[in-house]
């Protein structure tokens, strides 16, 4: 069993930054991916950013330049520094971890950008 737990989320403004942290915990070893996704209201799911365990990173374009995500692996741990936010980045973040071809999933932590 793997859990995959968020934090970090909240009310921020336009243009301010938050931090998002997932805890990856249970029965996964390295080496495995990790990454985002964000669902707006209404929408569905979709791609944000990802990490594999030898640090290549991929972003989705709407957050090139603007998210960083980064990860520290004797913790198993990632972590995704959003700045310059928009209220179009306003979601539900979720948190994965990819092996063997099996996605997990956290609950999920809400971002809201607004003034």
């Known amino acids: 069993q793997v859990q995959l737990v968020e934090s970090g989320g909240g009310l921020v403004q336009p243009g301010g930054s938050l931090t998002l942290s997932c805890a990856a915990s249970g029965s996964i070893i390295s080496p495995f991916d990790m990454g985002w996704y964000r669902q707006a209201p209404e929408k569905g799911r979709t791609f944000v950013a990802r990490m594999s365990d030898y640090a290549t990173t991929k972003y989705t374009d709407d957050v090139k330049g603007r998210f960083t995500i980064s990860r520290d692996n004797a913790k198993n741990m990632a972590y995704l520094q959003m700045n310059s936010l928009k209220p179009e980045d306003t979601a539900v973040y979720f948190c994965?971890?990819?092996?063997?071809?099996?996605?997990?999933w956290g609950e999920g932590t809400q971002v809201t950008v607004s003034s």
């Open positions: 994965y971890a990819l092996k063997n071809g099996v996605k997990y």
